[in-house]
């Protein structure tokens, strides 16, 4: 615990006492293990080893109720739930959950019942114990005060259901929704299962952060050699204390001016709080994330000191590992024997992966979806969120067009705010409204920061409108011209299907013309295995930075922000605005040509099973939206475009009644997620509903397709234990929305889901069967 107080420090708004509560706790938690029962269960007796049924937290509190009589009581409880909330909630709605939380399973027990329940313990394992504890505190500086004669046994039950009962008298009902008492105590239950998870895990805290005091100093450096400077807004970044918002155009060095604010607050908050900030580079694409990884590993000169937060970890330290030279894919031979260096690789995957979950990096690049689950509290999350108490956080390209989803994360910046955290966001094109959203849930303190009036920026793209569908004849033959003439294409469908059938029948032409290597289709809904090739092909041929090649590339919104590419044309139907221009962001990315050719091609409006008659563009995007950026495009078909010129058509787009509406949006869901999750006016109440709720926001869902079960299996049974086994397995996956679970079955035996379906390892999920003679099209509506 003092290695977890160092890295955090003392955290706003919660009592001087808290992190003595979390030492006494931590000291404390685990000390009922003590019972016959508990060790028999375990096998640590010479019986049969059987479930025992009691749980050892409840007589842990006959400890804390014993030793800490020195304390006052309600400092006492506060310790005392920590302790009884490591690992169950204490209540829960009217629905029981599958485990019974704590005050439904001991609440009516007499004290007879506690010493019945708790009985026997070997009374001289409980004298040695107390001894420990207290030789152990006076070591720790905390004062342990056991009574002078030996503890029995049915001494220690009694005095845990006294305390018990306190604990039902103190949390047993709802706190007032603005009583901080439900932040502390979500943060102190989250500081002692933090602790738990890195004894068990025995993983010590990294103490260093790759972001070191001299990363200004070697960024001048390397801009000196190419014969640059800081820009005004990279040294105003760095010489910002507090929060931020950064609107700078691409290619401007927005990474490096986070970097450098991000390593000022660390230093301001160590000086304010005596901890070790942590630093979250937060992007909204998986693909985007793996990217960034490799590239703050360059700029700061690490290879394992940064952490990957999502769900997909493991996968992305394994492929790292075998590509930084560890041969072989891991396969079975005919012996059985797997290739080592394949298996070592996975060893240092899983390691990798348990590392950030166990919260030991000090820069960690993930998702906001994955902090956000702190909100979820209890005793699985709950240390997430003292983990971001007094942090670091940027927010990279911060989407404004999903009200849903913004106003969660804004809900959270809040919230993060308030505990001491320090957030920056930063784009290219943040709209006015975003930039107003955002500063309330900072509550006004944030500085803007900006290109100086006049600053000369990059103009890299020429719009053109066409009021052809892109899926129609003479969009695609002007495709074909395109390359035919040598140059690299993008073409951004907005749904699968539309993606498809041009990539179908543009591929010939341009393997004739180009090679067969120089033509790719991406979108979603891939085997990860196959993904994984398709985007090498693609990076190694695209890539920004890179010699330019022609080619054709393919795909949906999956390609917006997921890779580093740099091509010479753009073809795209309309959408939002936004993700229209995150698609033009790849195109002439590094202004290395004249203003390249951005194409937008109008949709086809169609309405949604279920959507009560309301318009979609291409079935994926809200129509009113689409024709508001539809109509600015048209007004400035032929011109050249730059992102402060996106910028007025956002801010444009945001004043219209839509817009309006949508900030009510975003502060209707924002409210809505601050209510449901973060007001904690029942702190250790089970919140399995509430995480049902919290998935369905954010997660899709997985499987396999019918005729890979076989071979899944098989690699799930040869790995060398069952998390390497599901880790290679995990390639055969295919993403899929939530809702489509209704067109596939769950194997229990394999723990996976499983669909019956046409694929291609190129064109990907082709048609999902969900009965005879009736198909579902990816596409249709996404």
């Given at each position: 615990?003092?290695?977890?107080?160092?890295?955090?420090?003392?955290?706003?708004?919660?009592?001087?006492?808290?992190?003595?509560?979390?030492?006494?706790?931590?000291?404390?938690?685990?000390?009922?293990?003590?019972?016959?029962?508990?060790?028999?269960?375990?096998?640590?007796?010479?019986q049969r080893?059987?479930?025992?049924?009691?749980?050892?937290?409840?007589?842990?509190?006959?400890?804390?109720?014993?030793?800490?009589?020195?304390?006052?009581?309600?400092?006492?409880l506060?310790?005392?739930?920590?302790?009884?909330?490591?690992?169950?909630?204490?209540t829960?709605?009217?629905?029981?959950?599958?485990?019974?939380?704590?005050?439904?399973?001991y609440g009516?027990?007499q004290?007879?019942?506690?010493?019945?329940?708790f009985?026997?313990?070997?009374?001289?394992?409980?004298?040695?114990?107390?001894?420990?504890?207290?030789?152990?505190?006076?070591?720790?500086?905390?004062?342990?005060?056991?009574?002078?004669?030996?503890?029995?046994?049915?001494?220690l039950?009694?005095?845990?259901?006294?305390?018990?009962t306190?604990?039902?008298?103190?949390w047993?009902?709802?706190?007032?929704?603005?009583d901080?008492?439900?932040?502390?105590?979500?943060?102190?239950?989250?500081?002692?299962?933090?602790?738990?998870?890195?004894?068990?895990?025995?993983?010590?805290?990294?103490t260093?952060?790759?972001?070191?005091a001299?990363?200004?100093?070697?960024?001048?450096?390397a801009?000196?050699?190419?014969?640059?400077?800081?820009?005004?807004?990279?040294?105003?970044?760095?010489?910002?204390?507090?929060?931020?918002?950064?609107?700078?155009?691409?290619?401007?060095?927005?990474?490096?001016?986070?970097?450098?604010?991000?390593?000022?607050?660390?230093?301001?908050?160590?000086?304010?709080?005596?901890?070790?900030?942590?630093?979250?580079y937060?992007?909204?694409?998986?693909?985007?994330?793996?990217?960034?990884?490799?590239?703050l590993?360059?700029?700061?000169?690490t290879?394992?000191?940064?952490?990957?937060?999502?769900s997909?970890a493991?996968?992305?330290?394994l492929?790292?590992?075998?590509a930084?030279?560890?041969?072989?894919?891991?396969?079975?031979?005919?012996?059985?024997?797997q290739?080592?260096a394949?298996?070592?690789?996975?060893?240092?995957?899983?390691?990798?992966?348990?590392?950030?979950?166990?919260?030991?990096?000090?820069?960690?690049?993930?998702?906001?979806?994955?902090?956000?689950?702190?909100?979820?509290?209890?005793?699985?999350?709950?240390?997430?969120?003292?983990?971001?108490?007094?942090?670091?956080?940027?927010?990279?390209?911060?989407?404004?067009?999903?009200p849903?989803?913004l106003?969660?994360?804004?809900?959270?910046t809040?919230?993060?705010?308030?505990?001491?955290?320090?957030?920056?966001?930063?784009?290219?094109?943040?709209?006015?409204?975003?930039?107003?959203?955002?500063?309330q849930?900072?509550?006004g303190?944030?500085?803007?920061?900006?290109?100086?009036?006049?600053?000369?920026?990059?103009?890299?793209?020429?719009?053109?409108?066409?009021?052809s569908?892109?899926?129609?004849?003479?969009?695609?033959a002007?495709?074909?011209?395109?390359?035919?003439?040598?140059?690299?294409?993008?073409?951004?469908?907005?749904?699968?299907?539309?993606a498809?059938?041009?990539?179908?029948?543009?591929?010939?032409?341009?393997?004739?013309?180009?090679?067969?290597?120089?033509a790719?289709?991406?979108?979603?809904?891939?085997r990860?295995?196959?993904?994984?090739?398709?985007?090498?092909?693609?990076?190694d041929?695209?890539?920004?930075?890179?010699?330019?090649?022609?080619?054709?590339?393919?795909?949906?919104?999956?390609?917006?922000?997921?890779?580093?590419l740099?091509?010479d044309?753009?073809?795209?139907?309309?959408?939002?605005?936004?993700?229209?221009?995150?698609?033009?962001?790849?195109?002439?990315?590094?202004?290395?040509?004249?203003?390249?050719?951005?194409?937008?091609?109008?949709?086809?409006?169609?309405?949604?099973r279920?959507?009560?008659?309301?318009?979609?563009?291409?079935?994926?995007?809200?129509?009113?939206?689409?024709?508001?950026a539809?109509?600015?495009?048209?007004?400035?078909?032929?011109?050249?475009?730059?992102?402060?010129?996106?910028?007025?058509?956002l801010?444009?787009?945001?004043?219209?009644?839509?817009?309006?509406?949508?900030?009510?949006?975003?502060?209707?869901?924002g409210?809505?997620?601050?209510?449901?999750?973060l007001?904690?006016?029942l702190?250790?109440?089970?919140?399995s509903?509430?995480?049902?709720?919290?998935?369905?926001?954010?997660?899709?869902?997985?499987?396999?397709?019918?005729?890979?079960?076989?071979?899944?299996?098989?690699?799930l049974?040869?790995?060398?234990?069952?998390?390497?086994?599901?880790?290679?397995?995990?390639?055969?996956?295919?993403?899929?929305?939530?809702?489509s679970?209704?067109?596939?079955?769950?194997?229990?035996s394999?723990?996976?889901?499983?669909?019956?379906?046409?694929?291609?390892?190129?064109?990907?999920?082709?048609?999902?069967?969900?009965?005879?003679?009736q198909?579902?099209?990816?596409?249709?509506?996404?």
């Amino acid at each position: 615990m003092e290695d977890i107080r160092d890295r955090i420090g003392d955290i706003p708004g919660t009592p001087s006492q808290f992190w003595t509560w979390a030492t006494l706790a931590a000291l404390l938690h685990d000390t009922g293990k003590l019972s016959d029962g508990f060790q028999r269960m375990i096998g640590n007796t010479n019986q049969r080893a059987i479930v025992w049924g009691e749980r050892h937290e409840v007589l842990s509190l006959g400890f804390v109720d014993l030793l800490l009589t020195g304390v006052p009581p309600q400092e006492r409880l506060w310790v005392a739930a920590a302790v009884a909330g490591h690992h169950r909630a204490f209540t829960c709605g009217l629905e029981l959950p599958r485990r019974p939380p704590l005050f439904n399973q001991y609440g009516q027990d007499q004290a007879e019942d506690f010493t019945a329940k708790f009985s026997p313990a070997d009374q001289t394992r409980l004298n040695d114990l107390v001894k420990w504890l207290r030789a152990t505190a006076r070591r720790l500086h905390l004062l342990l005060h056991p009574p002078r004669r030996p503890i029995t046994v049915a001494e220690l039950a009694e005095a845990a259901h006294r305390l018990f009962t306190a604990l039902m008298d103190r949390w047993e009902t709802s706190l007032p929704p603005d009583d901080p008492d439900g932040t502390t105590a979500v943060l102190l239950l989250g500081a002692v299962t933090m602790a738990d998870h890195l004894s068990s895990a025995h993983s010590p805290l990294a103490t260093t952060n790759p972001l070191t005091a001299d990363y200004p100093s070697r960024l001048t450096s390397a801009l000196a050699t190419k014969g640059s400077v800081l820009r005004p807004q990279q040294q105003q970044a760095a010489e910002t204390t507090g929060n931020l918002l950064l609107r700078s155009w691409t290619g401007s060095g927005k990474t490096e001016a986070a970097l450098l604010w991000a390593l000022r607050q660390i230093q301001d908050l160590k000086e304010r709080t005596g901890g070790n900030a942590r630093v979250f580079y937060l992007l909204p694409y998986l693909a985007s994330i793996n990217a960034m990884t490799d590239r703050l590993d360059e700029a700061l000169g690490t290879t394992d000191g940064i952490g990957v937060a999502h769900s997909k970890a493991a996968s992305y330290h394994l492929a790292r590992s075998l590509a930084d030279g560890c041969p072989g894919d891991g396969t079975v031979d005919a012996t059985g024997t797997q290739n080592r260096a394949a298996a070592a690789g996975k060893a240092r995957a899983r390691a990798r992966a348990e590392a950030t979950k166990n919260f030991k990096e000090l820069l960690r690049i993930g998702t906001p979806y994955q902090l956000l689950r702190g909100a979820l509290a209890g005793p699985v999350h709950s240390s997430i969120l003292t983990d971001t108490a007094n942090s670091v956080l940027v927010l990279d390209e911060l989407h404004a067009y999903d009200p849903r989803r913004l106003g969660m994360i804004l809900a959270m910046t809040r919230f993060w705010h308030r505990i001491g955290g320090r957030v920056a966001v930063t784009s290219a094109t943040m709209p006015r409204a975003l930039e107003k959203l955002v500063s309330q849930a900072l509550e006004g303190q944030v500085t803007l920061v900006e290109a100086p009036p006049g600053t000369w920026a990059p103009v890299r793209h020429r719009l053109h409108i066409r009021r052809s569908h892109l899926t129609d004849d003479p969009s695609r033959a002007e495709i074909r011209d395109h390359l035919g003439s040598g140059r690299s294409v993008l073409v951004v469908a907005n749904n699968v299907r539309d993606a498809i059938s041009l990539y179908e029948d543009l591929r010939p032409f341009c393997g004739r013309a180009h090679g067969e290597d120089s033509a790719y289709l991406l979108h979603s809904r891939y085997r990860r295995m196959d993904r994984t090739a398709i985007e090498t092909g693609i990076v190694d041929r695209f890539a920004a930075g890179k010699p330019r090649r022609p080619g054709l590339l393919v795909g949906t919104q999956a390609l917006e922000v997921s890779l580093d590419l740099d091509l010479d044309v753009c073809h795209t139907s309309a959408a939002d605005l936004e993700p229209l221009i995150q698609r033009f962001g790849r195109i002439n990315r590094l202004a290395a040509l004249p203003p390249a050719p951005v194409a937008v091609h109008q949709p086809a409006y169609v309405t949604r099973r279920s959507s009560g008659g309301t318009l979609w563009a291409d079935g994926v995007y809200e129509a009113e939206p689409t024709q508001l950026a539809w109509d600015i495009l048209t007004r400035h078909d032929g011109q050249t475009i730059s992102e402060s010129t996106v910028t007025e058509w956002l801010d444009e787009i945001y004043r219209s009644p839509w817009g309006q509406h949508w900030e009510q949006q975003v502060a209707h869901h924002g409210a809505s997620f601050e209510d449901a999750f973060l007001n904690f006016t029942l702190p250790f109440d089970d919140r399995s509903d509430l995480t049902r709720r919290f998935d369905e926001h954010f997660n899709g869902t997985e499987a396999i397709l019918a005729t890979d079960r076989d071979q899944y299996q098989q690699t799930l049974q040869h790995g060398p234990d069952r998390a390497t086994g599901r880790l290679d397995a995990d390639q055969y996956l295919i993403p899929l929305p939530a809702w489509s679970k209704a067109q596939s079955h769950y194997d229990t035996s394999l723990q996976v889901r499983i669909i019956d379906a046409d694929y291609d390892p190129h064109f990907g999920l082709l048609a999902i069967r969900r009965e005879p003679r009736q198909t579902y099209r990816p596409g249709e509506v996404l």
